[in-house]
């Protein structure tokens, strides 16, 4: 069972989380495009909230709004994570090397 052990607030809506089989890196959370009730974490004091539910092993923000931490370590652990997507420059950069 995936459970995360760490959960620190970022900016633009972003969480920096590690699992507890070392997992870790950089996961969007985008509340626009989730909706609902996520839309209320683009209120930073309520982003920055964010804590490790011991339980379940989730992140959850006041007013009981979470996240699956089976859905974000597939994510994290595929190749949708933050932290492996190539930049809009490093794109740009290996285009022109293939010129």
């Known amino acids: 069972m995936n459970r ?7 900016p633009d809506c972003r969480l920096k989380v590690t699992f507890n089989d070392g997992v ?7 509340p626009e495009r989730r909706g609902g009730v996520f839309l209320k974490l683009l209120d930073p ?5 964010v804590t490790v539910n011991p339980d379940f092993g989730c992140v959850e923000w006041p007013g009981g709004v979470d996240l699956c931490p089976d859905a974000m370590h597939q994510a994290m652990a595929g190749s ?3 932290v492996e997507l190539p930049t809009a420059v490093a794109l740009r950069e290996d285009a022109k090397k293939n010129q």
């Open 4 to 10: 995360i052990v760490s959960a620190e607030p970022l």
């Open 24 to 30: 870790s890196g950089i996961f969007p959370v985008e």
């Open 45 to 49: 004091r309520i982003f920055n909230a």
């Open 80 to 82: 949708e994570s933050e």
